[in-house]
């Protein structure tokens, strides 16, 4: 599952004849050298710092109070201020530029976005050096403002590409371009089976078609810092962009495979592994190998990890364990790659979800086809467990040991979330597969499941309209493994959603296209 | 100034000044973004300068051609978010 992405991969096209590569350039005009004199690097910078991107509280409450039109009063109308004295203006209405033509001044600045008008030219120019300091004092007044919004959790905020000396030779030299349309097929690759290797084939799809992850190698983020050839993450790069080649034939990951032996041993071997067993093998040699992307914050230690794998794949697991003589609640925080689910028909039972029984619909999902749905497998979960008498835990508060209810909750979601339905069951008495159905949806909230809800449930504040503005719990599905067979011999597959709506069925070598409902049916 | 442009000021003094007019418009931005009208509006901009020519386009004609569709294609629910957040920020600082 994943966060609904805000659009999708689009590289849009550079036709010959707009000749953009020299519009890139920035387009100055020479009326600017008439400001460009004395101190004016520093004047226009105040100018930025007060009335554009006031980062502090003084200039803040400066800019709230002075910035109205000199004429009129407004504070919208497209507000500028004239770069050679202290005049503001509506563009809108046409102050700024009577005041202007009345003073001579020919240059002013669009308080909103920081664009420099030049009133011979009529229109906004993009003078180099005035591009520098609004970027910089943008970037500044950004750091000030504390928690920002809505930075990519990358960690830095996005700033549309502006193409490097670098990248423009390579660009001309490399006219060809790729369209993406809704309905192109770049992307989709089959991988040969090298041996019973499909568990990890199914993987590498689900992982290649992570828009994040994606996003991330396509644009070369990962920096390597291993001095051998046995970087997992260098190897994930020429993955995507065989993926992303266009070449149609199927690919043989024999490298990568070779390489989840050597840093992985326990999955060696040519006999069928667990795909479940793979993903957290996978990721974690990613994680570990992600040393050199960290931008120099801390080295990677599980709790300060700020590598694409955490960002992209960790959450938090809360864990509060009650005691039930003194009601004192311990909690504890775990991160967490993935929610490993307990089904009906093992041997632990499944049925009643929690002590007492709670009869509520979530996700608007209700029992009358008589399966199991996975927020019923979830709301398991995250039920209240009753310790029992022979698992007594030591109360901090009673200082003794008492019986305690130990409750998981979601304290932090990761951006993508993996969700393991434990079919494999592998207790002393048997070994087998569970395959009940369950049925899973294409949207997910997780909003009953956070630790906050649970929180706002105890104080009494019952959530009985879920808010449907609030998008931050959840998720779209995006990539189903399945496991066909039994036990001893088996063969994954898997379903990958391409765009927004199609999806694909991929069996190693051989990618099908696959309907919304043919997902939703399988075993998951 | 007439009342209302008044009270108006007076809402976008307070928001400047607590910083929320700057979260407000990363807020909207983002929500715009999500739901795909960026996309749209970017897109209706290279019709324009195709339409008008790109030496001869200036910021000044885009403005007067994608404003009012612009303005007409955002979402009711943006709106309404957006909306509810200011009120909520205007009753934690009610004077």
Partial sequence: FQVNHPGDFSLSPIKP???????????????????????????????????????????????????????????????????????????????????????????????????????????????????????EEQRKAWKLQGTPLLFLRIGEKYTTWE???????????????????????????????LGNTCFMNCIVQALTHTPLLRDFFLSDRHKCEMQSNSCLVCEMSQLFQEFYSGHRSPHIPFRLLHLVWTHARHLAGYEQQDAHEFLIAALDVLHRH?????????????????????????????????CQVC??????????????????????????LSPGGDGSTVNGESHLSGSTTLTDCLRRFTRPEHLGSSAKIKCGGC??????????????????????????????????????????????????FMASSKESRMNGQYQQTV???????????????????????????????????????????????????DVLDSEG | MSKESRMKA???????????????KELLRAKLTECGWKDQMKAHCKEVIKEKGLEHVTVEDLMVEITPKGRALVPDSVKKELLHRIRAFLAQHAT
């Fill in chain 1, 467 to 517: 808010d449907v503005l609030n998008n931050d719990n959840k998720y779209s599905l995006f990539a189903v493994v399945n496991h066909q067979g039994t036990l001893e011999s088996g063969h994954y597959t898997s379903f990958i959603r391409q765009h927004k709506d199609q999806w694909f069925k991929c069996d190693d070598a051989i990618i099908t296209k696959a309907s919304i409902k």
């Fill in chain 1, 163 to 193: 193409p490097t000396k670098r990248e423009l030779e390579l660009l001309r030299h490399n006219p060809k371009r790729r369209k993406i349309t809704t309905n192109c097929t770049i992307g989709l690759r089959g991988l040969i089976n």
């Fill in chain 1, 399 to 448: 200082h003794s040991y008492q019986e305690s209810t130990k409750q998981l909750t979601m304290k932090k979601l990761p951006i993508v979330a993996c969700f393991h339905l434990k079919r494999f069951e592998h207790s002393a008495k048997l070994r087998r597969k569970i395959t009940t159905y369950v049925s899973f949806p294409l949207e997910l909230d997780m909003t009953p």
């Fill in chain 1, 327 to 352: 009601h004192g609640v311990s909690t504890t925080i775990d991160p967490f790659w993935d929610i490993s689910l307990d089904l009906p028909g093992s041997s632990t039972p499944f049925w009643p």
């Fill in chain 2, 10 to 24: 007076t809402i976008n003094q307070k928001l400047t000044e607590m910083g929320e007019r700057e979260r407000l």
């Fill in chain 1, 17 to 135: 004849k707009l000749n953009v590569l020299s519009v890139m350039s920035p387009a100055g005009c020479s009326h600017v050298n008439g400001y460009k004199v004395d101190n004016w690097k520093q004047n226009l910078r105040v100018i930025y710092q007060c009335f554009v991107w006031s980062g502090t509280a003084e200039t803040r409450r400066r800019k709230a109070k002075s910035c109205i039109c000199h004429m009129c009063g407004a504070h919208l109308n497209r507000l500028h201020s004239c770069l050679y004295c202290v005049f503001f203006g509506c563009f809108t209405k046409k102050h700024i530029h009577e005041h202007a033509k009345n003073k001579r001044h020919n240059l002013a600045i669009d308080l909103l976005y920081g664009g420099i008008y030049c009133f011979v030219c009529q229109d906004y120019i993009y003078d180099k050096d005035m591009e520098q300091i609004a970027k």
């Fill in chain 1, 290 to 322: 992600c040393k050199g992307d960290d931008n120099g914050k801390k080295a990677n230690n599980p709790n300060h990890c700020n590598c694409i794998i955490d960002q992209i794949f960790t959450g938090g697991l809360q864990s509060d364990v009650t």
